[in-house]
């Protein structure tokens, strides 16, 4: 019961960002018009607005529950953000997200929050990363 | 015995900033290498991932070690009411702290990731005596700190004893916990064993006594105070005790490696065949660090000459770092037996095919990082006695022999 | 706020109630064992000491000169090709012994032996290394501080610290400098229900078999079965660390 009651309330949430996303869609859709597998997706793995300001703790809280427990919920994985947000140039080559100005960078430079995390973690799309390659 | 009245370092201030400027030009050298090991990796250092400890850890556990001995002096006052170490306890003290900072900053520059020291801080693994350490060295300044406080402080002298008592006692485990790191691992024939920790404990006797007394006759010379016969000969037979102590257990640590057949190949390695290892046990732990201070500092004439008695000193601390070498870098170095009664003839990852040593020769940048690690503790050292009333004015006999006049 | 709570928590009960239920399940009925356990190998539940993965390898078909493991490892976990010998990592790699008394040589690859009781698991200050409760030995590399005490503490040699950046990597296996690492019996396949590893998997495309990789605790596994028939050792059997990789015929 608590359960479908939680879904409902997420439902709700998206519903109303979804909604009123559409209507600050036009802006935003041009601005981040650069090829994000997210441009064609209407919301992220939570609600946007969820994302906006908890992405981290459900990213650690995943990394911590994959590490030591096996659990691999793709949605929260990062290997799937950056699978969605990673850009495209105009050649179709994916750029890293951590790049300067990318997805990832761009909230993080102006809050100065250093990651680490793309010191170890795939900054492109699995299947941008060529297979089999003299790894280094 | 006369009141003892303590001032603070006089040197005049051109020679004082001009030592200041050179001791954190070396502090800044090592700074700078530790920046270099970081950006390119481990792999600009002679560490591999066979030798996976190396220089910064010899001079690290140097310091490390030296800190807990450094504080002796305080203890045998306050702790067993020895009066004539009393005027000796403040700097003895002081010592011991910065010794100990810099030796951790030598262990942390060299982590992979210094960046995480914060998580070194906060996530502990109680099971692993290298967490404890953790807690054993920081507890260690706070109590040093306070220990030095009663000292200097006429209100707190009540507590001076207590605190001093309990101070030793943590040093004690200290060093302890310093050898223990060895002495756990089960893996390496050459560090598992338990005199590991009561060989640290009398090691850091020996190292940190060596280390105090060649600070104390520096500062009393380079500004002038008397420093009497009294105080440096009790100390250096303090020393050549603890040298000899040193030596006994270095043996006791051989010959019980002997007795046991399968550490015979482990002690020809060390003893006989086993290259730079055995060379700098023979020549720099043994002739030259035990011997010949050993020869001087009971030597009827030499003994009693300040040169020489500093040049033993020196001696000891060569000693040291070829002690540890050969614990540390020589017990990697010697091949893991994973195959008793066989030969490994081809290996992927050089498990010591043939019987072959894994190979470590120490870079500029990791040996730069020790040496500015040193240099961090002496100059510590020299700005807190130049700031506060921690040397006393006179060390002459006449002002502290109970027995002189 | 509560809404961000609620998530999270909403996350963590799925992953509990996963393991509650396994627990429940086993005295309640065998069929929801079943079941629980193929959760449990897909991923979405959590990981539990119902299973130890574990390997025996045969060193009579183990083939002189073949490292089709180690390439596989190599591959499959990003490993650099080398370039730098003494520093590069290694996970698993191929070692010649031979008897000193009868000379017969035999050929066997080393990896993380995955013990019960680990030493590097005993020594990290952080508690970086760690046993995961299916008997994965291995670090979480978002806590490790380089300080290379495991590395010191393994008997088995069977650890690498990343000495250099590494630039490219492949998505499943995230690697950087300044960590340790080692075999983790291919982690990401068995939590995606893939219960191979791909050295065992080489070995058996080059016709070998000489690694056997399973489930200890699954009493009908291969490796359960194949360590039942055969008489296996372990490597530094004098430690009693209990390890998870066993050895036929040295």
């Not at chain 1, 250093?114 to 990363?129: E, G, K, N, R, V």
């Not at chain 2, 961090?376 to 050292?381: F, G, P, T």
Request: aromatic share 8%.
């Amino acid at each position: 019961m608590k359960l479908f009651m939680l879904k409902l309330m997420a439902s709700t949430v998206l519903v109303f960002t979804v909604l009123s996303g559409t209507v600050l869609a036009d802006e935003d859709a041009a601005s981040r018009s650069r090829g994000y597998k997210a441009d064609k997706l209407e919301a992220c793995v939570e609600p946007t607005e969820f994302m906006r300001r908890n992405h981290m703790e459900l990213i650690l809280h995943q990394r911590n529950l994959t590490v030591h427990e096996g659990i691999r919920i793709k949605d929260d994985s990062l290997a799937n953000c950056v699978d969605c947000h990673a850009s495209r140039d105009a050649q179709g080559k994916a750029i890293a997200v951590n790049e300067e100005g990318q997805f990832c960078e761009r909230c993080h430079e102006q809050a100065a929050v250093h990651l680490d995390c793309f010191q170890c973690h795939a900054t492109i799309p699995d299947s941008d990363i060529p297979n089999d390659s003299n790894w280094h | 015995m006369k009141k003892i009245h303590f001032l603070e370092w006089g040197l005049n201030s051109p020679r004082y900033w001009g030592i200041l400027a050179v001791l954190a030009a070396i502090a800044g050298i090592g700074g700078l290498s530790a920046l270099y090991m970081e950006h390119n990796g481990h792999w600009v250092t002679g560490m591999s991932n066979q030798v996976v400890w190396g220089m910064p850890h010899i001079f690290a556990i140097f310091l490390i070690v030296a800190a807990s001995g450094a504080l002796n002096v305080a203890s045998i006052a306050s702790v067993f009411g020895k009066t004539p170490y009393k005027p000796l306890a403040r700097l003895s003290a002081v010592f011991a702290v910065t010794l100990l900072i810099g030796g951790l900053l030598v262990l942390v520059l060299d982590l992979g990731r210094p960046d995480r020291l914060i998580v070194a801080m906060t996530t502990y693994n109680f099971k692993s005596i290298f967490a404890w350490n953790i807690l054993l060295y920081t507890g260690f300044m706070v109590i040093v700190i306070v220990y030095l406080f009663t000292m200097m402080e006429r209100k707190a002298q009540q507590y001076n004893k207590a605190a001093g008592t309990f101070a030793f006692i943590w040093r004690l485990t200290l060093t302890t916990g310093t050898g223990s790191i060895f002495g756990f691992i089960v893996a390496r024939q050459a560090f598992d064993a338990a005199i590991m920790a009561p060989m640290f404990v009398i090691m850091s006797f020996s190292f940190g006594l060596a280390c105090f007394l060649l600070l104390l006759m520096y500062v009393y010379r380079a500004d002038g105070r008397e420093l009497g016969d009294s105080v440096v000969l009790r100390l250096k037979n303090l020393l050549g005790v603890f040298v000899a102590s040193v030596f006994y257990f270095t043996l006791a640590y051989h010959l019980t490696n002997l007795y046991a057949t399968e550490n015979h190949s482990l002690e020809r390695f060390i003893l006989l065949d086993g290259g730079v290892y055995t060379n700098i046990f023979w020549i720099g732990q043994i002739f030259l660090g035990t011997l010949v201070p050993l020869g001087i500092l009971y030597h009827p004439s030499l003994g009693k000459m300040r040169n020489w008695i500093a040049i033993s000193c020196g001696l000891v601390v060569l000693g040291a770092f070829s002690q540890l070498y050969v614990i540390i870098i020589g017990g990697q170095a010697f091949p893991m037996q994973m195959f008793p009664g066989k030969t490994i003839i081809e290996s992927g990852f050089y498990d010591g095919v043939n019987g072959m040593a894994a190979s470590y020769a120490p870079t500029l940048a990791e040996t730069l990082l020790g040496i500015g690690g040193v240099s961090v503790a002496v100059l510590m050292a020299l700005v807190v006695i130049r700031m506060l009333p921690i040397l006393p004015i006179s060390l002459a006999d006449k002002d502290v022999d109970p027995h002189a006049s | 706020m509560a809404d961000k709570n609620n998530l999270l928590a909403n996350k963590a009960r799925r992953s509990f109630l996963g393991k509650a239920a396994a627990a429940a399940s086993l005295t309640v009925a065998p069929g929801v064992v079943l079941q629980s356990i193929a959760a449990v190998k897909s991923g979405t539940e959590g990981v539990s000491d119902n299973t130890r993965w574990g390997m025996l390898i045969d060193t009579s078909k183990c083939a002189d000169g073949c490292d089709a493991c180690v390439t596989a490892c190599a591959s499959e976990n990003g490993l650099p090709v080398h370039e730098r010998p003494k520093s590069d990592p290694v996970w698993i790699r191929k070692v010649k012994l031979k008897d000193n008394l009868t000379d017969s040589v035999t050929t066997l690859p080393m990896m993380c032996q995955h013990c019960e009781k680990p030493p590097c698991a005993d020594v990290c200050p952080t508690g970086a290394s760690f046993r995961r409760a299916d008997g994965i030995v291995m670090v979480d590399r978002h806590i490790c501080i380089g300080c290379r005490y495991c590395m010191m503490a393994c008997p088995y040699k069977a650890r690498s610290f990343i000495h250099e950046e590494i630039v490219l990597k492949p998505t499943h296996t995230p690697r950087g400098k300044g960590c340790v690492e080692s075999c983790n019996f291919c982690v990401h396949r068995l939590d995606s229900g893939n219960e191979t590893t791909a050295c065992q998997e080489a070995c058996q495309k080059e016709g070998h078999n000489a690694i056997i990789f399973g489930d200890l605790k699954d009493s009908s596994s291969e490796v359960s079965q194949a360590l039942r028939n055969l008489p296996s050792r372990e490597i530094r059997a004098d430690l009693q660390l209990n390890t998870g990789v066993r050895y036929k015929d040295i």
